[in-house]
């Protein structure tokens, strides 16, 4: 068991420093995390942490799913199998740069909803979560003799609210079902965040990448006695769209602050835990937003490389062996650092994308509502929806105003494009004018991602309010939602015998098949496409954009199998030569255009 002494920490009654690394269990294949830990293991770490996602176990209200990517028992045992200790986050809430740090979008069905405090109906879904949560590691705590030492209570409350309420009824919401290891908190070394984000017996840690003595001051001002530890310390930092890749947090080079702040935590002696140690991918639309009063709304990218000891792909980069080597400045019995050799990559070459169908040749059933109303009042938590009205005409030129965009349409008229609104860019303007008898106004909405931590977790998505043309509200609405989640139903149309030339700028899918002799990680490459999202064999890849910083999309051997493999594209903005690439090497760094 972890117990504290003093300044220290004691496992088993033996002074303990722990030395962690963040993976996360839903961004790796688990066919890798055994590599993974392997890799954790030649680094020099002691234990790993990971975060656990509400929104992917509870996709629907009571629906549960622990199975392949989510065997959160499977990732344990692995992890225990390599003599690695094991640090739980299991929220409710985690951040991590994930779709509405990580709670389920099924809460903001109900119009009142409350998080992270003690509203009622969130408290209730909580407990139903840890229901079904923590009995299935409950028998991996190490009071089971197992490797979790230690679970976090909530996370970085401080940088949300202070209902010391709400952190009270967590913690004993865990202890009564079961959870008897050593509880701790984690905040940024703010003054209100430290104020704010704990209990006075719970252990609290700071998070942070620089500045290693002013913030450990600050933790030794709320707290004087205990072990000194840094639950995120930040490797590296994510991507928004439209930015550079981050090398290391704000772009500065990982030979200067962070590893003098590095240098400056070793040496006192705190423990450590590494953010990330592997970042992995934003599979699918789980990755999140930020919102400030500064920048805006701004999504993230699908890759959560994090600029990482280890990759996106999981392979060791120069922080591997710049980390690596001031570890064993600090701290004693370490073995000699083995940098692993990077995994096998592989270049499948250019695939032509042979069929293709209209997005807007695909609608399902739609339901008429007198004004918009966001995506989650349907039951939908992801992708796209489109609204569709009928407007009277002749109508000159005129504005046309969405209220509460969230977070980026394409507007048609009688499917013809008409024009962009982006939340990205809430000054851009728009102006369409009706012909004589009228025309069928179509809005395509794109989640590109709920804010994953700070005020504005309250992030609903389509149109929340209402469209008004010309400073006239619009009523009488058709909404049809996207979720893209099964695309079995579509009915491609071979490119050779197409039924209709395809539109330019008219959302559309496309299909491709590539032989694979060997199946092995390589990257999708698509010169020539602007926006959209990727599928390989069923799996979704993620969106891809051409502002980037990301140019390439992470495809992992263990989705691929041996002969035919199937691509399918959602291409936005029209694409007039679908052909995408297969090549060996990743490309994080473009520069925006």
């Known amino acids: 068991m972890l117990t504290t002494s003093g300044n220290q920490f004691q496992l088993n009654n033996k002074p303990f420093r722990i030395i962690s690394g963040a993976i996360h269990y839903f961004r790796v294949m688990p066919e890798y995390w055994r590599d993974r830990f392997e890799k954790a293991k030649a680094f020099g770490?002691?234990?790993?942490?990971?975060?656990?996602?509400?929104?992917?176990?509870?996709?629907?209200?009571?629906?549960?799913?622990?199975?392949?990517?989510?065997?959160?028992?499977?990732?344990?045992?692995?992890?225990?199998?390599?003599?690695?200790?094991?640090?739980?986050?299991?929220?409710?809430?985690?951040?991590?740069?994930?779709?509405?740090?990580?709670?389920?979008?099924?809460?903001?069905?109900?119009?009142?909803?409350?998080v992270r405090c003690m509203y009622p109906p969130y408290l209730a879904a909580v407990e139903r979560y840890f229901d079904a949560l923590v009995p299935r590691f409950a028998p991996l705590l190490a009071s089971n003799d197992g490797p979790i030492i230690a679970v976090q209570v909530e996370n970085e409350y401080g940088g949300y609210g202070n209902d010391r309420e709400y952190l009270q009824t967590l913690e004993n919401d865990l202890r009564r079902h079961g959870v008897d290891v050593f509880l701790f908190t984690s905040d940024s070394a703010y003054d209100n965040n430290m104020q704010g984000g704990s209990l006075p017996h719970l252990l609290k840690t700071v998070n942070f990448a620089y500045g290693a003595h002013p913030a450990l001051a600050k933790l030794r001002k709320y707290q004087p006695e205990g072990p000194l530890m840094v639950t995120e310390f930040w490797s590296g930092w994510f991507d928004h769209w439209g930015e550079r890749h981050h090398i290391s947090m704000g772009g500065l080079p990982t030979s200067l602050l962070s590893q003098w702040s590095l240098?400056?935590?070793?040496?006192?002696?705190?423990?450590?835990?590494?953010?990330?140690?592997?970042?992995?991918?934003?599979?699918?639309?789980?990755?999140?937003?930020?919102?400030s009063p500064w920048t805006g709304y701004r999504a993230d990218i699908t890759s959560y490389d994090y600029d990482a000891p280890l990759d996106e792909s999981g392979d060791a980069t120069k922080k591997f062996s710049l980390y690596g080597n001031l570890l064993r400045q600090h701290v004693p019995d370490l073995p000699a650092l083995f940098l692993p050799a990077p995994a096998s990559k592989k270049a499948f070459g250019r695939v032509q994308l042979t069929e293709s169908v209209s997005l807007f040749d695909t609608l399902g059933k739609n339901t008429p509502r007198p004004t918009p109303e966001p995506m989650e009042t349907f039951d939908q938590s992801y992708g796209f929806i489109l609204y569709r009205t009928r407007v009277s005409g002749p109508r000159e030129s005129a504005q046309l105003e969405i209220f509460d965009l969230n977070d980026r349409a394409q507007v048609f008229l009688n499917g013809e494009p008409s024009g962009l609104l982006e939340r990205e860019f809430p000054k851009r303007r728009l102006s369409i004018a009706i012909p004589a008898g009228g025309a069928t106004l179509d809005i395509l909405v794109e989640n590109m991602g709920r804010v994953n931590f700070g005020m504005h977790l309250l992030d609903r998505k389509g149109i929340t309010n209402g469209v008004a043309l010309g400073k006239q509200f619009l009523f009488g609405w058709e909404i049809t939602p996207l979720p893209l989640d099964d695309l079995s139903a579509l009915n491609f149309v071979?490119?050779?015998?197409?039924?209709?030339?395809?539109?330019?700028?008219?959302?559309?899918?496309?299909?491709?098949?590539?032989?694979?002799?060997?199946?092995?990680?390589?990257?999708?490459?698509?010169?020539?496409?602007?926006?959209?999202?990727?599928?390989?064999?069923?799996?979704?890849?993620?969106?891809?954009?051409?502002?980037?910083?990301?140019?390439?999309?992470?495809?992992?051997?263990?989705?691929?199998?041996?002969?035919?493999?199937?691509?399918?594209?959602?291409?936005?903005?029209?694409?007039?030569?679908?052909?995408?690439?297969?090549?060996?090497?990743?490309?994080?760094?473009?520069?925006?255009?």
């Open 45 to 114: 770490l002691n234990t790993v942490e990971t975060y656990m996602a509400w929104n992917l176990h509870e996709p629907r209200p009571g629906e549960f799913n622990f199975d392949g990517m989510l065997d959160i028992v499977r990732f344990i045992e692995t992890a225990a199998d390599l003599g690695l200790k094991v640090i739980l986050r299991p929220g409710p809430y985690i951040c991590s740069e994930w779709d509405f740090g990580g709670l389920p979008a099924w809460l903001l069905k109900d119009p009142h909803m409350q």
């Open 263 to 291: 240098d400056k935590l070793l040496a006192s002696e705190a423990s450590i835990n590494f953010y990330m140690f592997h970042g992995g991918t934003n599979f699918g639309f789980m990755n999140g937003a930020n919102r």
């Open 494 to 593: 071979s490119k050779d015998k197409p039924r209709v030339l395809p539109k330019t700028g008219v959302p559309r899918f496309w299909s491709g098949s590539f032989y694979v002799d060997h199946p092995a990680d390589t990257f999708l490459s698509m010169p020539g496409w602007t926006k959209g999202v990727a599928w390989v064999n069923g799996f979704n890849l993620g969106r891809y954009w051409r502002r980037g910083p990301q140019q390439t999309l992470y495809v992992p051997a263990p989705i691929l199998k041996n002969g035919q493999n199937k691509i399918i594209v959602l291409e936005l903005h029209g694409q007039r030569q679908p052909i995408v690439e297969f090549v060996s090497k990743t490309n994080l760094k473009a520069r925006r255009w």
